[in-house]
């Protein structure tokens, strides 16, 4: 284990330093992030005038948007396409570690250049916080990394079988506007929809933790919601061990 966590530190360490080097390509990837949580704080300030907690809690959203990014379907699908996914299968470490550290470098560094747009839109919306709340969201944050990462994973190792993973990837992007709480927050769903947005995977790994760092939860919700997350978090990692190892049965490249 500490092995592991050493070549994760040093995978990580790596990737930050390749992709400063493609600097403009990495901001279009984070205004892109962006727009989303930034339009659905434009429609929802003007539809609900003066309701300063859906102000924070689209800040929130914008910040857990910047921190739960994967990329996986060009770090993990594009490999197997073009054959490179051999070589890694040929190191003597868990291939995981490589896009996970490419995961986990885009996270920070998305988080490092979004943070000023991220601030300035805070004091613009004069969103106000609770440090406690904040607190108590951050294993909820931590829990929806590791879901939306093994989420996109699991949909990038479509690949095995089709050559529409990008799409089958923004598909699984697009559930995740719709229900993950930036399309609308859960909150303002239908009565009929709302106890399918509360349980969905969706808004475990996106919308959770900005509902509890805006305090729109109560205590039961947010137990319950921990509850969730670490439900779909056990169900993604035994889907991805099964369709891991039946998608390496299939895996053939030809030529180097």
């Known amino acids: 284990m500490r092995r592991i966590l050493h070549l994760l530190v040093i995978s990580t360490q790596r990737e930050?330093?390749?992709?400063?080097?493609?600097?403009?390509?990495?901001?279009?990837?984070?205004?892109?992030?962006?727009?989303?949580?930034?339009?659905?704080?434009?429609?929802?300030?003007?539809?609900?005038?003066?309701?300063?907690?859906?102000?924070?809690?689209?800040?929130?959203?914008?910040?857990?948007?910047?921190?739960?990014?994967?990329?996986?379907?060009?770090?993990?699908?594009?490999?197997?396409?073009?054959?490179?996914?051999?070589?890694?299968?040929?190191?003597?470490?868990?291939?995981?570690?490589?896009?996970?550290?490419?995961?986990?470098?885009?996270?920070?560094?998305?988080?490092?250049?979004?943070?000023?747009?991220?601030?300035?839109?805070?004091?613009?919306?004069?969103?106000?916080?609770?440090?406690?709340?904040?607190?108590?969201?951050?294993?909820?944050?931590?829990?929806?990394?590791?879901?939306?990462?093994?989420?996109?994973?699991?949909?990038?190792?479509?690949?095995?079988?089709?050559e529409q993973a990008h799409a089958i990837v923004s598909f699984g992007e697009t559930l995740i506007f719709l229900l993950g709480g930036s399309a609308a927050p859960i909150a303002l769903f239908p009565a009929n929809l709302h106890i399918l947005g509360e349980i969905a995977p969706m808004y475990a790994l996106l919308g959770f933790p900005a509902e509890i760092m805006s305090s729109g939860l109560q205590q039961s919700q947010i137990l319950s919601g921990y509850g969730w997350q670490i439900l779909w978090i056990l169900v993604f990692a035994l889907a991805l061990q099964l369709i891991w190892r039946s998608g390496l049965r299939r895996y053939t490249a030809i030529g180097g």
């Open 16 to 162: 930050i330093l390749q992709w400063l080097a493609w600097r403009a390509f990495l901001l279009t990837l984070i205004i892109n992030q962006m727009v989303a949580p930034l339009i659905g704080l434009a429609i929802w300030s003007v539809a609900l005038p003066g309701n300063h907690q859906i102000s924070t809690y689209y800040v929130a959203l914008l910040a857990v948007q910047l921190m739960t990014v994967s990329y996986e379907n060009h770090t993990v699908a594009n490999g197997i396409y073009d054959g490179t996914f051999s070589q890694q299968l040929l190191k003597p470490q868990p291939v995981i570690l490589g896009p996970l550290g490419t995961n986990i470098a885009l996270r920070v560094l998305h988080l490092l250049f979004g943070l000023p747009l991220l601030i300035i839109v805070g004091i613009g919306m004069g969103t106000t916080w609770d440090v406690r709340m904040i607190l108590l969201a951050l294993p909820a944050l931590l829990l929806a990394a590791i879901l939306r990462f093994l989420f996109t994973y699991l949909l990038a190792l479509s690949a095995f079988w089709s």
